[in-house]
Nanobody, 127 residues
Framework: VQLVESGGGLVQAGGSLRLSCTTS????????IGWFRQAPGKEREGVSY????????YYADSVKGRFTVSSDAAKNTVYLQMNSLKPEDTAIYYC?????????????????????WGQGTQVTVSS
């Protein structure tokens, strides 16, 4: 099983980035994908959740209206489009896969509910 994030980088406040999470080794329809981030000295926090087969999404309040999660099934890739970026969005961003059927959507921000993780990609937003 592999999840590989890409698309991070350095951007000015107000700018945009699109992160990608390409998956392999498991059946995508059996899993939801969560995006998390961890800033220095802070706990990892849930950013977004996608159950792609039913287009079911959740967002943290801090990113609602600015971030959009989507997927391309043909490419086994989940995207996180991040607009109107703020310096407080600076963090390492991770994607994670959690098996469905356990009520994951009720606890989507709990990183312990996820089975597989990517290596992370750094996002830095300058002021």
């Amino acid at each position: 099983v592999q999840l590989v994030e890409s698309g991070g980088g350095l951007v000015q406040a107000g700018g945009s980035l699109r992160l990608s999470c390409t998956t392999s080794g498991f059946t995508p329809d059996d899993y939801a994908i969560g995006w998390f981030r961890q800033a220095p000295g802070k706990e990892r926090e849930g950013v977004s959740y996608l159950h792609s087969s039913v287009s079911f999404t959740y967002y943290a309040d801090s990113v609602k209206g600015r971030f959009t999660v989507s997927s391309d099934a043909a490419k086994n890739t989940v995207y996180l489009q991040m607009n109107s970026l703020k310096p407080e969005d600076t963090a390492i961003y991770y994607c994670a896969a959690g098996r469905l059927g356990r009520g994951l959507w009720r606890r989507w921000t709990n990183d312990h509910e996820y089975d597989y993780w990517g290596q992370g990609t750094q996002v830095t937003v300058s002021s």
